[in-house]
């Protein structure tokens, strides 16, 4: 029997696209015990933007949820989201750094790490990768991730190259990672049919968005092309800006005669679970029902959804939405010149800034964005397709070469890492907590800082009790 498995995203995708990643672990841990019985593929539930939430937001140690999460789920595999060489964030670390964050989140209790690069610059995921497989445990599985996106130099062969690279880089399983919600069911056919062919049995998964409401089609598409493995979101924290709902590819499967391996009680126990913790948000306004409808302008503009509302807020900001239109048209002329990076974060932004900034002031070019002049240097990694030669002699000078962004500096080892120790002083208490100050440091330290007082109020209060 053919068989689909289904990896489920509440506690990390679904959460971080509906609500801001807001969602505490104490909301939860109640139904963790039912949700290791589902059948899952795995569980993403870690990574992406909750590191940052818990020191942020909500007072929790991320290390500390992990280990949790570990403690309820012994059977389900534990995937995280991680951006290789930048780890959960945008600079770039040493390698030491890199290998200790895996090699900690790993003994912590993380299976799946999967792992992308924003510009598919795959020398930025090595790293990643090599570490995971020296720390592997029995059941690790190191995910190669690309950043799916369109343009005239993202065709089907070059995505399958990409994916002929990362198997020979040894990754276990690749996924396709639609971040935007935009690959309609057309282009999941023929991709998927050529990666299929040209990667054989390697799992090939595929993650997408309901955003602009092509998910469900572009599923039914891949599954009938050879996909392995979808994400999906239990259905009260599906659609909108969330994955397509996990109950509802269960049973569109089951009709296919597809096994998913899935309990259906319990999915369905799952989905009764979150429907009040669902309600709880929308009432407190942190899920705006805004992020669950549907909405198609990322297919006309070709830019994601969340880039547009960031271009409209600061348009209006400057009073200038008279010159959207002008900025809209401007964006696809800024990518192509920087080489049609995919438009995810950090790069939607930039791109979106320095399209504005070209309106505005009426000259194409005349600011430059320093993070521009970062991205031209090359200090991201290698664009798709060239940048534009005008603008790079403009930012680098007549001759001027661009940099490595794996140069010898960043493969220096040790810095990072005693530096963060030693700025931690007595409130460290182990590697984790050095970690987590070298991802974030204000929201760390202010952590520590509060456990510390916190734990100093407990002893002089049992002092007193005495
Ligand atoms: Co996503």
Same mark, same amino acid.
């Given at each position: 029997?053919?068989?689909?498995?289904?990896?489920?995203?509440?506690?990390?995708?679904?959460?971080?696209?509906?609500?801001?990643? #807001?969602?505490?672990?104490?909301?939860?841990?109640?139904?963790?015990? =039912?949700? =290791?019985?589902?059948?899952?593929?795995? +569980?993403?539930?870690?990574?992406?933007?909750?590191?940052?939430?818990?020191? #942020?937001?909500?007072?929790?140690?991320?290390?500390?949820?992990?280990?949790?999460?570990?403690?309820?789920?012994?059977?389900?595999?534990?995937?995280?989201?991680?951006?290789?060489?930048?780890?959960?964030?945008?600079?770039?670390?040493?390698?030491?750094?890199?290998?200790?964050?895996?090699?900690?989140?790993?003994?912590?209790? &993380?299976? !799946? &790490?999967?792992?992308?690069? $924003?510009?598919?610059?795959?020398?930025?995921?090595?790293?990643?990768?090599?570490?995971?497989?020296?720390?592997?445990?029995?059941?690790? !599985? $190191?995910?190669?991730?690309?950043?799916?996106?369109?343009?005239?130099?993202?065709?089907?062969?070059?995505? +399958?190259?990409?994916?002929?690279?990362?198997?020979?880089?040894?990754? =276990?399983?690749?996924?396709?990672?639609?971040?935007?919600?935009?690959?309609?069911?057309?282009?999941?056919?023929?991709?998927?049919?050529?990666?299929?062919?040209?990667?054989?049995?390697?799992?090939?998964?595929?993650?997408?968005?309901?955003?602009?409401?092509? %998910?469900?089609?572009?599923?039914?598409? %891949?599954?009938?092309?050879?996909?392995?493995? +979808?994400?999906?979101?239990?259905?009260?924290?599906?659609?909108?800006?969330?994955?397509?709902?996990?109950?509802?590819?269960?049973?569109?499967?089951? @009709?296919?005669?597809?096994?998913?391996?899935?309990?259906?009680?319990?999915?369905?126990?799952?989905?009764?679970?979150?429907?009040?913790?669902? @309600?709880?948000?929308?009432?407190?306004?942190?899920?705006?029902?805004?992020?669950?409808?549907?909405?198609?302008?990322?297919? !006309?503009?070709?830019?994601?959804?969340?880039?547009?509302?960031?271009?409209?807020?600061?348009?209006?900001?400057?009073?200038?939405?008279?010159?959207?239109?002008?900025?809209? %048209?401007? &964006?696809?002329?800024?990518?192509?010149?920087?080489?049609?990076?995919?438009?995810?974060?950090?790069?939607?932004?930039?791109?979106?800034? @320095?399209? !504005?900034?070209?309106?505005?002031?009426?000259?194409?070019?005349?600011?430059?964005?320093?993070?521009?002049?970062?991205? +031209?240097?090359?200090?991201?990694?290698?664009?798709?397709?060239?940048?534009?030669?005008?603008?790079?002699?403009?930012?680098?000078?007549?001759?001027?070469?661009?940099?490595?962004?794996?140069?010898?500096?960043?493969?220096?080892?040790?810095?990072?890492?005693?530096?963060?120790?030693?700025?931690?002083?007595?409130?460290? #208490?182990?590697?984790?907590?050095?970690?987590?100050?070298?991802?974030?440091?204000? @929201?760390?330290?202010?952590?520590?800082?509060?456990?510390?007082?916190?734990?100093?109020?407990?002893?002089?209060?049992?002092?007193?009790?005495?």
């Amino acid at each position: 029997m053919k068989k689909v498995q289904l990896t489920e995203t509440v506690l990390r995708d679904a959460q971080q696209s509906l609500m801001a990643t #807001r969602l505490p672990y104490a909301d939860y841990e109640d139904i963790l015990d =039912d949700m =290791d019985k589902a059948g899952y593929y795995s +569980i993403e539930c870690w990574g992406g933007a909750t590191f940052d939430s818990c020191l #942020r937001y909500l007072n929790e140690d991320p290390w500390e949820r992990l280990r949790n999460l570990r403690k309820h789920l012994p059977n389900t595999r534990l995937q995280m989201l991680l951006r290789g060489q930048n780890l959960l964030g945008y600079k770039h670390y040493h390698d030491d750094v890199v290998e200790k964050f895996v090699e900690l989140s790993i003994k912590n209790g &993380i299976d !799946v &790490i999967r792992i992308f690069d $924003a510009l598919n610059d795959f020398r930025n995921i090595r790293t990643a990768l090599e570490a995971t497989k020296k720390y592997a445990k029995e059941k690790t !599985v $190191a995910s190669g991730c690309i950043s799916y996106t369109q343009s005239p130099v993202h065709t089907v062969d070059k995505y +399958i190259e990409m994916c002929k690279e990362l198997k020979e880089m040894g990754f =276990d399983t690749i996924c396709l990672k639609d971040m935007a919600g935009t690959m309609s069911p057309y282009e999941a056919e023929h991709l998927i049919k050529g990666i299929k062919d040209a990667i054989g049995d390697m799992p090939l998964i595929l993650h997408t968005h309901c955003t602009t409401g092509m %998910a469900y089609m572009t599923l039914t598409k %891949a599954i009938e092309s050879g996909i392995d493995v +979808i994400d999906c979101a239990t259905s009260c924290f599906s659609g909108g800006t969330s994955q397509p709902s996990t109950e509802t590819m269960f049973y569109a499967l089951k @009709q296919y005669g597809i096994e998913t391996g899935l309990d259906e009680d319990i999915i369905n126990k799952v989905n009764d679970f979150f429907k009040p913790v669902k @309600q709880k948000y929308i009432d407190n306004g942190q899920l705006n029902p805004k992020s669950l409808a549907t909405d198609a302008q990322a297919l !006309v503009y070709k830019v994601p959804g969340g880039m547009l509302s960031n271009m409209i807020a600061n348009l209006t900001d400057m009073h200038a939405m008279d010159r959207f239109d002008e900025a809209l %048209a401007e &964006i696809p002329k800024v990518r192509a010149d920087m080489g049609y990076p995919p438009l995810v974060t950090p790069l939607s932004q930039m791109v979106g800034n @320095q399209a !504005v900034t070209n309106v505005l002031i009426g000259e194409r070019y005349k600011n430059i964005s320093k993070e521009i002049k970062n991205y +031209i240097k090359g200090e991201y990694g290698i664009s798709p397709a060239p940048v534009d030669s005008s603008l790079i002699e403009k930012v680098l000078g007549a001759d001027g070469q661009p940099v490595d962004c794996r140069d010898e500096d960043q493969k220096r080892t040790g810095e990072e890492f005693t530096a963060a120790k030693e700025a931690l002083g007595d409130l460290c #208490r182990s590697e984790e907590d050095v970690m987590s100050y070298i991802c974030y440091p204000d @929201q760390t330290l202010k952590f520590l800082k509060d456990r510390k007082a916190q734990e100093e109020n407990e002893v002089v209060y049992t002092i007193e009790e005495m």
